[in-house]
Structure formats: C-alpha cells, structure tokens
C-alpha cells in the first residue's frame, strides 16, 4: 500500500453553505460538482470534497455498528488503487495491520468498488478503485 | 488564499499506537518525527501528520471557546503561505468568508506562525508559516 491521500472528503451540514464558503468566499474553483458534492482540487492529484453528510455516512454504511467507535468522526481520507482486487487487498492489509473493517469492499451505484476502514482512533480511510479517475503528469486531475 | 491543503493533521490518542499502524503495518515511511508527532508524506507536497491529540488541542487553543462548535473534529487542514503578514491576510479573508476565527495568529514555540479558523461545520484550517518548510519541484517536503 502507497504512502498516498487523493481525497479529503468533509461530511458537511450544508453543501451550499460549504460552497459559499470555500468557492464564492475564498474563490477556489470548482473542479466538478453535483447537488450532493461538491470537488476543489487543492493539491497535486488532491481533491477535497464537499460532501453532504447524510449520503457521506449512508455510502460508508458501516457493516457492524457496535464495532464501530462511538464518535467517528466525518471525514474520510481516501486511497485510490487501480483495481478492485487491489481494494480487497488493501483492505486485508490494513486490517491485518490493525484497522477494523467499517464497511467491507463493494460496488457502489457511482461504478466505483469501495471499502472503509478505521485506524486505531476511528479515523475513517476510504479504500477505492474509481475508474473514472485519472491524474496526469502534472497532478492534475480528472473525476 | 490559493486552494491547497499541505498538512492533514490527526488528532491521535497515542502517537505510538499510530505509528505502529501506519509505519509498521502499512509500511509507509516516516519522512521525521519527534514523541509527539510522526510525519509521512502522502502526496505531491502533502504530508500526513499523527500529532499527539493533546498537544495538537493546546496548539490551537481557542480564544473564545464558547464560540466554538461542541464537537469540533480532531482534525486539522493546513494551508500553508509565505509569512507572517499573508498569515494576518488569510485569516482576515477567511473570516470575511464566514469562518470563525478559532485562534487568532500567533508565534508558535516551534518557531511558526499561524492561526486557526473554522469553517461552516468547524472543521479547523491551520493558516501558517512555517520557516522551515520547502517543497522541491518534484513535490518532495522538507520540514
């Protein structure tokens, strides 16, 4: 598993207040939204999202809740890989260094194949093959 | 304020228990570390930082706590600038934006500047200067 984050996902109360803010207030450019989400690219092959905080826990859904810490905090960091064996892979590879599997691998209605799992605090990691992503030479990306 | 995120800091219980996952079992390298925090690098001039949760609190102590959200994340998004003064200036324009202004800039023991704000849902945004960090053109940090 790569030392990498290509996304900070942040569970926001209001997607339009959080676009307010971070667009309209410090005018960063949008690199793509939808009325749930909203991506700013805010470093080489970086995106930070947006994300309605409602759909952000319901698409992590965890599998077990009373394995889950109590206050999971609602963001999510998230690893890109380019497969989705890659994803069950990475997952049994950080569990087996320590994380718990908050929700096991699987395909989401976006096309993508995700798992979550936590670190030793509860910090959630997204584990992802997009097939819609890509970043090129210059850590610009596409999703 | 250039849209960029250049440290992702977690809030951990134990520093060790961290670096015993991500270091050990993930296998990610330790770019330098001190007791109370451990960095890795985890993209082109990002560096994921595993801060002592304690210390990282009494960092950003606030200014007026009953301004601040209950639940405010053990997380923080740095956004890092070129001095002091652009410090002042992004923080004043961040709060123009609408956040509130967690931790007015000051002079940190290890030899920084920075302030604190939060964003619509709290999540807390470190604007600093930092005299000892650089990015080379291959993205690799020095700090």
Redesign the interface.
């Known amino acids: 598993?790569q030392?990498?984050?290509?996304f900070?996902s942040?569970?926001?109360?209001?997607v339009a207040?959080?676009r307010?803010?971070?667009v309209?207030?410090?005018?960063?450019?949008v690199h793509r939204e939808f009325p749930e989400v909203v991506f700013?690219?805010?470093?080489?092959?970086?995106i930070?999202s947006l994300w309605d905080?409602g759909q952000m826990q319901a698409e992590a859904a965890v599998d077990a809740p009373a394995a889950v810490p109590a206050?999971v905090?609602?963001?999510t960091?998230s690893h890109n890989v380019a497969s989705a064996d890659e994803v069950d892979q990475v997952v049994a590879?950080?569990q087996?260094?320590?994380?718990t599997v908050v929700a096991s691998p699987k395909t989401q209605p976006w096309g993508g194949y995700t798992g979550y799992v936590a670190?030793?605090?509860g910090?959630r990691w997204e584990i992802a093959f997009n097939p819609t992503w890509t970043v090129d030479d210059g850590?610009r990306v596409t999703v």
Chains 1, 2 share one sequence.
């Open positions: 598993m030392p990498r984050v290509d900070i942040l569970g926001v109360r209001s207040a959080s307010r803010f971070y309209d207030g410090l005018g960063w450019p700013i690219q805010v470093n080489h092959g970086l930070l905080a206050a905090p609602c963001i960091l590879q950080a087996a260094a320590g994380a670190d030793p605090d910090f850590g």
